[in-house]
């Protein structure tokens, strides 16, 4: 008998991780509730394009019997990678050369979304509960949301991601400055308002570098481009720099300043970018983390171990995180949900720590004068001629 019978247990966020460890955990039945701010499933337009590793995100969707489902939705061929430097000269393309099938196959994250949610037993998500915190009640918790709600539960799972309020009840860890900040944007209806890029990343993803500075720009299956500037900068930058990311004139003023010498094909997205900017500088996640496991509190994905998005991890962490925290909770050897947490914990960050020391490695390369050979390399290692 594992150690989480006859317990309520309540996930904080509605992410790929959340939804992964609420399917995990209702395929055996527990009796899971998951919490998300959003007002409702449509409320937010999803992000970019996700690419699922084969030992990670598509591995978690394996055991939880989605495959189907999962290859009905993915979109061929958007993997396909080009890499130019700052006058568009296409350095290298997928297309080109000569590559197995892919076993990092994409999918936008609205459908991956969706497939998650309809796996799931109806109101499962309870929507418009934005976390405020936790009160210890009993042997549990009880969660209080923004709208006045709260709620009971034995065991809370923290799914919040990089800015997780569950987390300060675990560790006061906080992430240190990656050294960098992105500036994040979206064309919608490319074809028509972009048309030389989206000719130019031809349904997949291109990266841009040169002068330690990066431009990725991606498709995704509803004819919109994400795209994200990558530059070294101070931790406070975009709060230091004056922009208003809400303003496309200034954005684009500095865009033309800091990346002078670029084609103007390149600008062609930041005067086409609608409705506005998000500046993100990139945090991480000390790589000796740790802290004692309590037996009714945990957390998963970017709210354990928050890195830069340049190794492509973030969220097949995650749902290899609730791949395993679900097996460790639903383990017969493990008497107690402190043992199964502490287990998952433990192995969790080991995992987190060697991943985010390579994905420093590979944000710190992709924004340095070598980054076009440094990106090369590995590719071409990893795609067979």
């Not at 300043?257 to 086409?272: A, H, K, L, T």
């Amino acid at each position: 008998m594992s150690s989480i019978n006859n317990k309520t247990i309540a996930i904080v966020g509605g992410g790929p991780g959340g939804l992964t460890l609420a399917r995990l955990l209702q395929m055996n039945g527990a009796n899971v509730k998951v919490y998300d701010r959003d007002f409702n499933k449509d409320a937010r337009v999803q992000g970019a394009t996700l690419d699922l590793h084969e030992e990670s995100g598509l591995h978690a969707l394996h055991q939880a019997g989605l495959m189907d489902a999962f290859n009905a939705n993915y979109r061929p061929g958007a993997d396909a990678l080009r890499i130019a430097d700052k006058n568009a000269n296409i350095l290298w393309d997928d297309d080109a050369n000569t590559r197995e099938e892919t076993n990092r196959p994409e999918i936008d994250r609205g459908p991956l979304r969706k497939i998650l949610l309809e796996s799931l037993q109806p109101d499962t998500v309870v929507w418009d509960s934005n976390f405020v915190s936790l009160t210890p009640e009993g042997n549990g918790w009880k969660l209080h949301f923004k709208n006045g709600t709260s709620a009971l539960a034995d065991i809370v799972i923290g799914a919040d991601g990089a800015n997780s309020k569950v987390r300060p009840y675990i560790t006061p860890i906080k992430p240190f400055f990656a050294g960098m900040t992105a500036i994040e944007g979206a064309v919608y209806n490319a074809e028509i308002v972009s048309p030389k890029v989206f000719k130019l990343i031809n349904g997949g993803k291109i990266f841009a570098m040169s002068d330690s500075k990066s431009l990725i720009v991606s498709s995704k299956g509803d004819g919109s481009m994400p795209f994200y500037t990558g530059c070294n900068s101070t931790e406070n930058w975009s709060k230091d720099s004056g922009i208003d990311f809400n303003d496309k004139a200034q954005v684009l003023a500095w865009f033309k300043q800091e990346f002078e010498g670029w084609d103007e094909i390149w600008q062609e997205v930041f005067e086409n970018a609608e409705p506005k900017f998000i500046p993100r500088p990139q945090y991480c996640m000390p790589l000796d983390q740790t802290w004692e496991a309590l037996p009714n509190l945990t957390m998963l994905g970017d709210a354990a171990h928050l890195m830069p998005p340049y190794a492509g991890e973030g969220v097949n962490m995650a749902m290899l995180d609730a791949v395993e925290l679900a097996e460790c909770l639903l383990n017969d050897n493990y008497t107690d949900t402190k043992s199964a947490i502490a287990a998952y914990e433990t192995q969790m960050r080991k995992r987190a720590s060697e991943i985010a020391a390579l994905t420093l490695e590979s944000t710190a390369a992709l924004h340095s004068p070598a980054a076009i050979n440094y990106l090369i390399n590995i590719i071409s290692g990893s795609h067979p001629e």
